[in-house]
Each structure stands twice: as C-alpha cells, then as structure tokens.
C-alpha cells in the first residue's frame, strides 16, 4: 500500500457544489481531501480487505442472531423492550438490509481490523460510491494516474441491485427517503441514495423526519398527505424508539 501525493483538480470545488457534494468542506475545515490517494495491490484489496470484511460481517450476523435470542442481552443493549417483537420478527424473516459500514484500520500487511460497524449513521456512500470514481476518471484523462487503475469497489452497482432486491421482496414500486433538516452530509447522502433507486427502477420521493406525519388511521404520511408505504430512513433507530412516534 502506497501513500502518493498528487495536485489537487483546480475546479473541484466548482463541480462539487454542480454535483450536490455540498459537504465536501464542513465547519470552516475541509472533508475532501485530494491531495494524496492510497495505491493498493490486488492481494491486499482482496485478501486484506473484501475477506475480513465478509468474515466480520458475518460475525456480526452472530451476534445479531444471539442477542434477539436472549432477554438479557437485549436488556444489556438497552433495546426497550416494546420492540423485542418485532425486532425478532424482522430477523427471522430474513428481512434484507440495504448497507452497513465497517470501520476498519489496516497497515498495508494482514487482515484489517474492526473499529465499528454503522449501520444506521451518516456512510461514505456518496465518496466512496461516485465522487472518489469521478476523481479517479478525472485524473486518469489528465495523465496522473495509470490508465489501468481502478477504484477497488463497485458500491455504486451493489447499492442499485441491492434497492431493485429490496422492492422486489417488499413487491413495492415507490419508496420514500427520509433524512433530518439541516444536516447537508445527510441529505446529500439520502439524494445519492434516491439516485441508485432511480436507477434500480423505484419511483420516489423525499420527505423530512420532522415532517413525517400520523394520520387517524395510524399510517405516516408526507407533507402532500401521500401515505408512506416503505421508507428508508438516514436516522438512528435508538432515535426513533424514544420518540413521540416511536409506538406507532
């Protein structure tokens, strides 16, 4: 593994804001990065990094597995127990996730190692998924970059046939996004999302969590009174579960 410094795209600002990257500086610091990319071998791609991450994801599984299983550990996760039920239900139902990001560190030599899992938080998937190709391409064209280089994932593909799967198994053909206000990280990342469902064959349309509403009949609606069917939701179940609407 390589650490290269390399000039930065002297309009990338420009196209960043064309492209809906608002967040790329945050606080007055900035959150892109493009002086130095990291340069990897194909052995560390896929022995260093895509088999620890499959090893430990399902690792995870286990332990999702066993918790649900056992009123302690539900207890010690802090999980109200309200939504036990229904938490084990979506589990064995084997109801399909869209992502989750592991946090990895890793030195150039042996596995990675696990810091977190988020599952339910702000994600890289914009970065990661299109802005870090577009820069890729980019510098490919202008002679900095060998032309046989290759971003190593392909999230940006997994993410369209993962939502086509989700509404096939769901039998949907509409789905709405959801994000807090004020959080540009957030937003932008929910659009790029929007985008993939696009793209995967879903309508859609975009609501805020403060604007989510609970009609009579006990579904939730957007602003337009249109009544939200299946969502996808940038914000923490922990939220959720202690909020006014948490019950319902």
């Known amino acids: 593994m390589l650490r290269v410094n390399i000039n930065e795209r002297s309009n990338w600002r420009r196209k960043a804001e064309e492209y809906g990257f608002k967040f790329h500086t945050m606080h007055g610091e900035p959150y892109w990065d493009e002086s130095a990319y990291y340069q990897f071998t194909l052995k560390q ?3 260093d990094l895509e088999t620890p991450t499959e090893d ?3 690792m995870c599984l286990h332990v999702v597995d066993k918790v649900v299983n056992d009123q302690a550990l539900l207890e010690k996760f802090q999980i109200p127990d309200t939504f036990w039920e229904q938490i084990r239900d979506s589990w064995k ?6 992502y989750s990001r592991l946090d990895f560190t890793y030195h150039g030599t042996g596995p990675a190692k696990l ?8 994600t890289s998937l914009y970065e990661s998924g299109f802005w870090q190709w577009l820069w890729l391409q980019e510098q490919v064209d202008a002679g900095n970059i060998a032309k046989q280089a290759d971003q190593f994932n392909s999230l940006q593909e997994k993410l369209v046939h993962r939502l086509a799967a989700i509404a096939k198994h769901y039998d949907v053909t509409h789905m709405h ?13 929910v659009q790029y999302l929007q985008d993939c469902a696009r793209e995967s064959g879903l309508l859609n349309d975009f609501v805020f969590i403060e604007d989510i509403g609970l009609s009579e009949c006990g579904s939730f609606s957007d602003l337009a009174d249109n009544k939200i069917q299946t969502l996808f939701k940038l914000y923490p179940w922990e939220f959720i579960q202690r909020e006014e609407f948490g019950s319902a």
């Open 115 to 122: 810091y977190e899992n988020n599952a339910d938080t702000p």
């Open 177 to 189: 996004f959801a994000c807090c206000q004020d959080t540009d990280e957030d937003r932008g990342t």
């Open 45 to 47: 791609i896929e022995q």
């Open 56 to 58: 430990i994801h399902h």
């Open 93 to 98: 139902q084997q109801a399909p996730s869209l």
